[in-house]
């Protein structure tokens, strides 16, 4: 087991890496850093001045080792709008973002969770064919177009929740549920074909020839072994609820990490962008490390493997 979790920190470092080195190359694939925060009526030598500034008049390889080096110790620079250290602006809107993540994944997991595992013990009943309806329409309805949706009813027509800011619950609502949707339509499918698939197998008919209750069947022995693809999905879920968030956060204008992305996208604030990214980064690879850790707490196979 030792061995395992080594094995996945290692990666997961390497992974860090890498996403540092595509947030370097692709900042400057697109074009000159400089030329795209300077107006259209800078002068040469005001280009020039920025260029010095900012250390980009310096060898593609010396800035990469400096980006690095700066990097592990938390430093991209300061904000070119908010004149303000970049990490310190993106850490300061993580915890908003975080919430809405974690309020989603458990609006997610509270819909499939439940209607996956009836629908798995009553096949083709009209249970079933409702979580077949809400997955079909879960996943083909874009967030944007249902946060939309969502405000108009809720905080338009009805007045009973707010469709912007960030304050009590009732603020995370509709967000919640925007971003949540997804990725319940998705999990209730996958739980439901895999506990289908548990639920078939020799033990499962043994436990049912001792007598067992169909409940304590599949709490004690089935959603365990049904759990794997589940936790796996989990850790994917993570990275389509962080693209969502950016979405959802401007539809919104929910006070997040993805709102301030935006906002500095379209002031070409690298800065930010690269701490961004790099925060979103760490913060998926941990949440992927600690569904890798979990596979072997469900199955102790997996970290002899």
Request: charged share 15%; glycine share 8%.
């Amino acid at each position: 087991m030792r061995s395992y979790i080594a094995r996945r920190l290692l990666h997961t470092l390497f992974v860090l890496l890498g996403v540092a080195t595509i947030a370097f190359a692709l900042l400057r694939l697109s074009g000159d850093p400089v030329a795209l925060i300077m107006p259209l009526d800078a002068t040469d030598a005001d280009i020039a001045r920025v260029r010095t500034a900012f250390g980009y008049d310096r060898p593609v390889l010396v800035q990469y080792g400096d980006f690095l080096a700066r990097a592990v110790r938390g430093d991209f620079g300061t904000s070119i709008r908010h004149q303000q250290p970049a990490m310190s602006l993106v850490l300061g809107r993580m915890p908003a973002t975080l919430q809405l993540m974690g309020a989603a994944l458990f609006v997610a997991l509270a819909i499939a969770l439940p209607l996956g595992v009836f629908s798995a013990l009553y096949p083709n009943s009209w249970i079933d064919r409702f979580g077949v309806v809400m997955a079909l329409v879960g996943q083909a309805i874009p967030n944007f177009f249902l946060g939309i949706v969502l405000i108009l009813f809720f905080s338009v027509q009805w007045g009973m929740l707010p469709s912007s800011g960030r304050g009590g619950i009732e603020h995370l609502v509709l967000p919640a549920l925007t971003l949540g949707t997804a990725s319940a339509a998705f999990i209730n499918r996958l739980l439901r074909s895999s506990l289908r698939e548990v639920l078939a197998t020799d033990y499962v008919r043994t436990a049912r020839a001792k007598g067992r209750s169909r409940g304590a069947i599949v709490v004690r022995h089935a959603l365990r072994n049904a759990a794997i693809p589940v936790l796996t999905v989990l850790g994917l879920q993570v990275v389509q609820l962080v693209g969502g968030a950016i979405v959802t956060e401007t539809v919104f204008a929910y006070p997040g990490a993805g709102l301030l992305l935006v906002q500095s996208l379209a002031n070409r604030d690298i800065p930010v962008v690269q701490a961004f990214v790099v925060v979103i980064a760490v913060v998926v690879a941990l949440v992927n490390l600690t569904v890798d850790l979990l596979y072997g707490w469900v199955d102790p196979r997996i970290g002899t493997a």
